[in-house]
């Protein structure tokens, strides 16, 4: 299991995180200054890094962040910041980061965000179809397939659906679909995903076929053999 490094100066936050992640089999190093993150993310190997956005003195998370992507150290880095504003997370995918989560958070959508970071990122190049069961995916022609039948989707409902086949096995949580299909802040009243999450299961999961997208209640979903 990859090792994650945990840059947070706050104790409580950081116990909680590197609570969270040994929880799910990652080893963690937590330190708590941008100083160190730097000493730490050139000198050794880490799978991704959790960097709070606003470390104590002159070397804050972006700074850090700025600093290791300019050493050519591409290790995936999730920023932590209670800063919401769309310009704010813009500017901190812009200086090099991979992923945005905003406090408060819960662990498991933290965790979740990671694996996703750490997937392989690209398909060889021969790969043009997923696969997950009896669900077929063409990332060339856009089609899809269950059990060979031709399922129909409008555009919207294909980029959920290639999102979710791509994290398979992994619970992807209802921000991370929200900001990846709409890109922006996942808004807890909003319904447009529940309505689009329902017109692909309709069609994907049909009657007679067993299910294929799984809800995880209160977080989001996960999409699975269907054996």
């Known amino acids: 299991m990859a090792r994650i490094l945990v840059v947070e100066d706050d104790p409580k936050n950081a116990d909680q995180i590197t609570a969270a992640l040994n929880d799910y089999g990652y080893e963690t190093d937590a330190i708590t200054t941008g100083a160190e993150a730097l000493r730490k993310a050139t000198s050794e190997t880490y799978g991704a890094i959790v960097l709070d956005r606003m470390l104590p003195g ?3 998370g972006l700074t850090v962040l700025a ?3 300019a050493a050519d150290i591409h290790t995936p880095v999730l920023i932590l910041s209670a800063l919401s504003a769309v310009d704010e997370r813009i500017r901190g995918l812009k200086s090099g980061g991979d992923d945005y989560l905003v406090k408060p958070f819960e662990a498991l959508e933290l965790v979740a965000r990671l694996n996703a970071l750490m997937r392989p ?7 043009t179809t997923l696969r997950v069961g009896s669900l077929e995916v063409n990332l060339l022609t ?8 031709l399922i129909e989707l409008l555009p919207r409902e294909y980029r ?3 999102y979710l086949i791509r994290h398979r096995g992994q619970i992807v949580t209802r921000a991370m679909l ?3 299909i709409w890109h922006y802040h996942y808004d807890k009243a909003s319904n447009v995903l529940d309505v ?7 069609k994907v999961d049909a009657e007679g076929l067993p299910t294929i997208i799984k809800t995880v209640r209160g977080i989001g979903y996960l999409l699975d053999d269907d054996a």
């Open 142 to 149: 856009h089609g899809v397939r269950r059990d060979g039948t």
């Open 160 to 162: 959920i659906l290639e």
């Open 67 to 69: 600093t290791l992507r």
């Open 121 to 127: 990122r690209h398909l060889p190049e021969q790969t």
């Open 58 to 60: 002159r070397l804050d």
């Open 178 to 180: 929200f900001e990846e």
């Open 196 to 202: 689009h999450i329902s017109r692909l299961r309709r």
